[in-house]
């Protein structure tokens, strides 16, 4: 699982990176970068539910394979975006979707036999673009190059908070 590790961290550093800039952003903001960055991988929701058991129950050919599409994940953050307060559904749709397109950045750079990577932008495009060929998902050291920048990113933070605590109690 280093691969669903991975793209949390990333999530992670991006969403806190974001709230460096924007100071709206609080953690529970931040979350919803990281829950974007794991909702394409909604498909691997065919391990419990397989693609031909809800075939069979519906009754209609299915398939969980589109979740981990542009399209499918424009749809799945948009239905996440419905479970927040009206009022914050704006910030939480941009905040999921920048997880996902975190996510979907990274899965294009998957090493792949053909060299193409899956086709990202079904079903508008049936285009495959060129894989980075960077790296396996099961490889641990995309994990630990994340986890890094995630301490990194981390200790800023927490230098952040303590430096602007410092200035409220010199005030």
Same mark, same amino acid.
């Given at each position: 699982?280093?691969?669903?590790?991975?793209?949390?961290?990333?999530?992670?550093?991006?969403?806190?990176?974001?709230?460096?800039?924007?100071?709206?952003?609080?953690?529970?903001?931040?979350?919803?970068?990281?829950?974007?960055?794991?909702?394409?991988?909604?498909?691997?929701?065919?391990?419990?539910?397989?693609?031909?058991?809800?075939?069979?129950?519906?009754?209609? +050919?299915?398939?969980?394979?589109? !979740?981990?599409?542009?399209?499918?994940? @424009?749809?799945?953050?948009? &239905?996440?975006? %419905?479970? /927040?307060?009206?009022?914050?559904?704006?910030?939480?749709?941009?905040?999921?979707?920048?997880?996902?397109?975190?996510?979907?950045?990274?899965?294009?750079?998957?090493?792949?036999?053909?060299?193409?990577?899956?086709?990202?932008?079904?079903?508008?495009?049936?285009?495959?673009? +060129?894989?980075?060929?960077?790296? !396996?998902?099961?490889?641990?050291?995309? @994990?630990?190059?994340?986890? &890094?920048?995630? %301490?990194? /990113?981390?200790?800023?933070?927490?230098?952040?908070?303590?430096?602007?605590?410092?200035?409220?109690?010199?005030?």
């Amino acid at each position: 699982m280093p691969d669903v590790f991975t793209h949390v961290l990333v999530g992670y550093s991006l969403g806190t990176l974001l709230s460096f800039r924007y100071e709206w952003l609080r953690p529970a903001h931040v979350t919803l970068v990281m829950g974007g960055a794991l909702s394409p991988d909604l498909m691997k929701i065919r391990i419990v539910a397989p693609d031909g058991f809800v075939a069979w129950v519906l009754g209609v +050919p299915f398939s969980w394979s589109p !979740l981990h599409t542009l399209v499918g994940s @424009a749809l799945v953050i948009w &239905l996440g975006s %419905l479970f /927040v307060a009206p009022d914050q559904r704006n910030r939480a749709l941009v905040l999921l979707a920048v997880g996902a397109l975190s996510h979907h950045a990274l899965d294009v750079l998957l090493l792949t036999p053909t060299g193409d990577a899956y086709a990202v932008f079904w079903p508008l495009l049936d285009y495959r673009p +060129p894989s980075g060929d960077l790296y !396996l998902s099961s490889d641990r050291w995309p @994990a630990v190059l994340a986890g &890094l920048c995630a %301490l990194c /990113v981390w200790l800023v933070d927490r230098r952040r908070d303590a430096d602007s605590t410092t200035l409220e109690c010199a005030r």
